[in-house]
């Protein structure tokens, strides 16, 4: 399986990813605090797939020639329509394709897009109001007190737009950030403290729930892990 970036962050998708597969790969389908879209074409056939957060790794498969590209929202960034915490944990929408491949959504067809003008087709769904950004999400992301708001209110908008609690979107970036470390060639021990854990048990029991593998699998890179 081969994956990579095609382009960085620009307006509400944090960058734009492909990835193909030329014989059938599993890899580990690592836990995220984004909810994306993602374009799969399997047997000549191209599906869309909304998709919410996950707060646990999941073991899947890549099937043989098989293209992938897709993005990650901006935290806060969401389609009304289809609640992140409704897709969470690979509960996916399929959006409904027409025969001459466009995008069937809120009644409209849609073209379908390409990882190279990827931000035009968000660019349109946010004109048409199929896309919102609640920047309340940030603000307590960051720790912000949102003082125009009741607390019960801005952690309500908090959950509809990211589909988890600020704790466990936390946990999920503290076992990411532990995984960059450990690539970056980051001692175990050391990834422990720098990362904000207890203790070395308690990375490894993280990281086997939200990564899939162990801090030894992922620093010896034997780990096939998902974007």
């Given at each position: 399986m081969t994956s990579r970036f095609v382009s960085g962050p620009d307006g509400v998708l944090t960058g734009v990813w492909t990835a193909e597969c030329d014989s059938p790969t599993g890899f580990s389908s690592l836990a995220t605090?984004?909810?994306?879209?993602?374009?799969?074409?399997?047997?000549g056939k191209w599906a869309v797939h909304l998709r919410g957060p996950a707060t646990k790794a999941s073991p899947m498969t890549c099937p043989a020639d098989a293209e992938f590209f897709g993005s990650d929202f901006r935290l806060g960034?969401?389609?009304?329509?289809?609640?992140?915490?409704?897709?969470?944990?690979?509960r996916d929408a399929i959006l409904p394709?027409?025969?001459?491949?466009?995008?069937?959504?809120?009644?409209?067809?849609?073209?379908?897009?390409?990882?190279?003008?990827?931000?035009?087709?968000f660019t349109r769904l946010e004109r048409a109001g199929l896309l919102a950004f609640d920047p309340v999400v940030e603000e307590l992301r960051h720790g912000v007190?949102?003082?125009?708001?009741?607390?019960?209110?801005?952690?309500?908008?908090f959950v509809r737009a990211v589909g988890l609690s600020r704790?466990?979107?936390?946990?999920?970036?503290?076992?990411?950030?532990?995984?960059?470390?450990?690539?970056?060639?980051?001692?175990?021990?050391?990834?422990?403290?720098?990362?904000?854990?207890y203790d070395q048990p308690q990375l490894t029991r993280s990281l086997r729930q939200l990564i899939g593998h162990t801090p030894a699998e992922v620093a010896r890179g034997t780990a096939v892990l998902g974007l």
């Open positions: 605090s984004h909810p994306g879209i993602g374009f799969a074409r399997i047997g960034a969401y389609l009304p329509m289809f609640p992140p915490a409704r897709l969470s944990n690979l394709t027409l025969s001459d491949g466009r995008i069937l959504l809120d009644g409209r067809a849609w073209e379908m897009p390409t990882p190279d003008n990827l931000d035009v087709f007190a949102v003082r125009r708001l009741p607390e019960r209110t801005a952690q309500s908008r704790r466990k979107l936390q946990l999920i970036e503290r076992a990411r950030h532990a995984v960059h470390l450990l690539h970056g060639g980051v001692a175990i021990a050391e990834v422990v403290t720098t990362a904000g854990f």
